[in-house]
């Protein structure tokens, strides 16, 4: 009996221990060029990497209408990112980060109209 009890002991200590891993996190490089800085977060375009993002149109000019006479531009593959320092959003730069899924803890704005696939940067690579 107490050969059973300290069998199962020790396989939830293995599984506790084996399970580490959070389900946001993921251990990919990816490249990314920075499409537009805002205070809901970075749009980046995924140049290189598995991670599948969206289309999303830029239009030209924010003040005007929404139609043909103030064009878009679309971007494919493109997602929100979180935590992107500061010295690193240079519009049209790219960097090499790993992430996790989702936007990290942290006051961003809805301004609307952003990509709504989200990750945040785990770690960037120089």
Known sequence: MMRTILSFIFMAILFLFGTG???NEVSEIVT??????????TVMQIVNGSFKGEDW???SNLEGPLDTSNPAATYENVVLVGNVPLDR?????????SYIQGLTYGNYC???????LTISVETLKD
Do not use: M, N, V, Y
Request: aromatic content about 10%; charged content about 20%; overall charge neutral.
């Open 110 to 116: 809805d301004i609307g109209g952003l990509p709504s």
């Open 57 to 59: 149109k830029f239009f």
């Open 21 to 23: 891993c959070s389900e």
């Open 89 to 97: 959003s240079i519009i049209g730069d790219t960097i090499q980060f």
């Open 32 to 41: 990314a060029r920075i499409l537009k800085p805002t205070c809901g977060g």
